[in-house]
């Protein structure tokens, strides 16, 4: 029977959760790299065993762990990311310009056919890739050269280049999101990059034509429908049908349209799952109801899904990537909590139940859908 591991990144550690295709009874191995932030672990789709984690410390700086045989032994391996070429600036809150600088590796997306071939988004805002299995890093230095680059600035949690897609269809098109700067594509596998950004609108920006500077906070796609993406943004849950071309607001019928994670049912490529929060200064779910919101029309409608989950008292937030969704059938959905909670749903959202509890906070979840 096919199973699923769930890889969970928190504050203090890294957690593997490993369960059969029931998904009803799950071994939980960790904390790997006690103490350490483990910002993000992502396994290899085109091999089941090899997983990449961004270990980082205030101490020790950004090292990339990674395992051959599921999580169960780990090896150092690239930790150096010198940025390459012209520094170039960016803008700052104040509206001075800052040097881009080195501070972590926000998201690891290895690629959709090779184990050793893995793409890094950094904070401040830039790109990497190996092709080594991790043992060497190289910019594509062609996002952080763009020339709207001076006009990018940091969201509240930095710079971040937190999103990485890569399209299972085209290949050499790899899309990613900035927070704030808005998203970008290539079609040549990094080479080049514009703005993508036609239809976003943004209070803090009055020019409804801006290239850049939009907030978005996480952007997701079906495999078999990649020009259709789905946006959570800084505030607005936005759609797009021509590989972000331009993009619509789909977030009418959610109690708020800010939130961070936004992700894809395995199966169903119009089912879209949001988890809205209070405001952007209010980081917690709305009237203490911790709910998850799925849209079965591609954010047309949209649906609470409460079932096993707290409707009182809860205060909790879940961040941009601490969502997924595993290729089983049923499709499973499982998402943690800023309170140490790691939620998983075996039948597509329609109930839930807490798989671990008591966590370090959680700031990513993966699934890969075990053979």
């Not at 957690?15 to 006690?34: C, M, N, Q, Y």
């Not at 919101?293 to 601490?322: F, I, M």
């Amino acid at each position: 029977m096919s199973g699923v591991r769930v890889l969970v990144g928190t504050r203090k550690g890294a957690f593997i959760l490993t369960a059969d295709g029931k998904r009803e009874k799950w071994d939980v191995s960790g904390p790997h790299f006690g103490g350490w932030e483990l910002y993000h672990l992502k396994g290899s789709p085109a091999d089941p065993n090899r997983i990449y984690a961004s270990q980082s410390s205030s101490w020790f700086g950004q090292i990339i762990q990674r395992s051959s045989d599921g999580g169960k032994t780990w090896e150092t391996v690239g930790n150096k990311f010198a940025y390459e070429g012209a520094v170039g600036n960016h803008l700052w809150y104040d509206g001075t310009q800052r040097p881009f600088e080195f501070a972590r590796v926000w998201h690891l997306e290895p690629s959709l056919s090779d184990p050793d071939t893995v793409y890094a988004g950094i904070q401040d805002a830039a790109l990497y890739r190996t092709t080594d299995g991790g043992q060497t890093w190289r910019e594509l230095p062609a996002l952080r050269t763009h020339p709207s680059a001076g006009a990018w600035q940091p969201g509240a949690a930095g710079m971040c280049l937190h999103t990485i897609v890569l399209d299972p269809q085209t290949p050499g098109r790899i899309f990613i999101a900035i927070s704030a700067a808005g998203v970008f594509r290539s079609d040549d596998d990094g080479k080049s990059w514009r703005p993508i950004n036609r239809g976003l609108r943004s209070e803090q920006i009055p020019d409804p034509t801006a290239e850049v500077g939009h907030c978005v906070h996480r952007i997701a796609m079906h495999p078999s429908r990649p020009n259709v993406l789905f946006m959570q943004k800084h505030w607005d849950v936005m759609r797009s049908d021509d590989a972000g071309e331009s993009w619509k607001d789909v977030g009418e019928g959610l109690p708020t349209d800010f939130g961070f994670p936004i992700d894809v049912h395995a199966h169903e490529p119009n089912t879209i799952y949001v988890v809205p929060i209070k405001s952007d200064s209010e980081h917690y779910v709305p009237e203490g109801k911790l709910r998850v919101y799925r849209s079965r029309t591609g954010g047309h409608e949209w649906e609470p899904l409460t079932k096993g989950l707290p409707q009182s008292h809860c205060y909790v937030n879940v961040l941009r990537d601490a969502m997924a969704v595993d290729r089983l059938d049923p499709c499973g959905v499982y998402f943690g909590t800023s309170g140490g909670q790691v939620y998983g749903s075996a039948n597509a959202g329609d109930s839930w139940s807490a798989i671990v509890r008591d966590l370090p906070p959680v700031v990513s979840v993966e699934a890969q859908t075990l053979p």
